[in-house]
């Protein structure tokens, strides 16, 4: 079955306390991002990776880290949690061709930085 | 920047009705990408309906419907025969051909009353 997979999809923890939410997409997807959504605002693209070794920031990628060693996977890193960053993530993965664009969603991972 | 406004924060709708959903885009794109993603309480984002900017004829799948007038940016989705599952929070979206972002208006919230 073609998915992404977040973990954890909930997670409460104290502010400073480095934590990693991992992503992982099975369907070959060049393209991963990550986003947060928060009530009124939608969803706001934090980072995003064309392919291996390739990241870039989104709109608000400050107090976020990402990397990209491997396709599949796409790990969202908070080196220093706070209480601002307490949101709703998803990671989403699509085919990087034309004549595309649907994005693929994980489930969702619920944060709470107290 | 492109933007994405959704007017409508909450609507209501009875079971068996046709409601619409309104979303208007701002771009100086001509080739894009439009999208309408439910995300139901479960939180999983799931497409409705895809549209692609230089196409004419309005998309459908099933009970959904898109009416998009480019000259005016606006991309309004119709759901007829409403469904106690259609009940969720509808997110228009924007992407650009070979584009990075999916920008994501801030949502409407459907509920379907019995």
Known sequence: ?114 | AQTVTQSQPEMSVQEAETVTLSCTYDTSESNYYLFWYKQPPSRQMILVIRQEAYKQQNATENRFSVNFQKAAKSFSLKISDSQLGDTAMYFCAFMMIYGQNFVFGPGTRLSVLP
């Not at chain 1, 973990?7 to 997807?29: A, D, E, F, W």
């Not at chain 1, 009530?39 to 064309?50: A, D, E, N, T």
């Not at chain 1, 595309?100 to 991972?109: A, H, K, P, V, W």
Request: charged share 20%.
């Open chain 1, 1 to 114: 079955e073609a998915q992404v997979t977040q973990n954890p999809r909930y997670l409460i923890t104290v502010t400073g306390k480095k934590l990693t939410v991992t992503c992982s997409q099975n369907m070959n997807h060049e393209y991963m991002s990550w986003y947060r959504q928060d009530p009124g605002l939608g969803l706001r693209q934090i980072y995003y990776s064309m392919n291996v070794e390739v990241t870039d920031k989104g709109d608000v990628p400050e107090g976020y880290k990402v990397s990209r060693k491997e396709k599949r996977n796409f790990p969202l890193i908070l080196e220093s949690p706070s209480p601002n960053q307490t949101s709703l993530y998803f990671c989403a993965s699509r085919s990087a061709g034309y004549r595309t664009g649907e994005l693929f969603f994980g489930e969702g991972s619920r944060l709470t930085v107290l």
